[in-house]
């Protein structure tokens, strides 16, 4: 009985960590986190704001990103189900949805899911191939967050945050690099020679 309780226990981890590890794969989703957390944080500045905004928020606001939920893996719109889900009521057209709750949302959806993993899947994510040490290989982050191990609990800590950060980061330096781009490729257009025909 025991065995076949802790193999149905280890599918259902190993089902979640697929679903989680799809979450992280959203660009729509990370694109919301990345915009919540960088208005949350008084590290990044107005520019920084606005070329998130223009560049992965309002674009991703467009499709309305996907999250799908951790326990049953369906799929939900973060942009309808937030308009829907705030009816009056159940009254059609009766609700109010705040872009900050959406964002909000968002990264904690992210920051959820990065609980769901293993170790070598954030080092992964972050496109990283070190050589993790033996006692953090095939580690669910959750069963160091529950250890009464005080190192344990800090390295899950500082692989959620340290990730959370390394994504608004990229983001920010992504969202920047196409607002350069489209400055350059303006100021060409201003210039540039028609062709001849």
């Known amino acids: 009985m025991t065995n076949s309780k802790e193999k149905a226990e280890q599918e259902a981890r190993?089902?979640?960590?697929?679903?989680?590890?799809?979450?992280?794969?959203?660009?729509?989703?990370?694109?919301?986190?990345?915009?919540?957390?960088?208005q949350s944080n008084p590290g990044f500045g107005e520019e920084d704001n606005s070329a998130v905004d223009e560049f992965l928020y309002q674009p991703s606001l467009k499709k309305g990103p996907n999250a799908y939920d951790l326990k049953t893996g369906d799929k939900a719109n973060l942009l309808l189900d937030g308009l829907l889900g705030s009816r009056k009521g159940g009254k059609r057209y009766t609700g109010q949805v705040s872009e900050y709750d959406m964002i909000e949302s968002a990264a904690k959806i992210v920051?959820?899911?990065?609980?769901?993993?293993?170790?070598?899947?954030?080092?992964?994510?972050?496109?990283?191939?070190?050589?993790?040490k033996d006692a953090y290989k095939n580690v669910y982050l959750g069963d160091l967050a529950k250890s009464d191990n005080k190192e344990?609990?800090?390295?899950?800590q500082t692989l959620i945050g340290g990730y959370m950060g390394y994504m608004t980061t990229q983001g920010v330096s992504k969202a920047l690099g196409t607002r350069a781009s489209t400055i350059k490729s303006g100021l060409e257009n201003i210039v540039k020679e028609e062709d001849k025909k």
């Open 14 to 38: 190993e089902k979640m960590r697929a679903i989680a590890l799809k979450n992280l794969n959203e660009k729509d989703l990370l694109n919301f986190a990345i915009a919540y957390l960088t």
């Open 111 to 132: 920051q959820d899911s990065l609980g769901t993993l293993k170790v070598s899947d954030v080092i992964s994510l972050l496109g990283s191939d070190v050589k993790i």
């Open 152 to 156: 344990y609990k800090q390295i899950v």
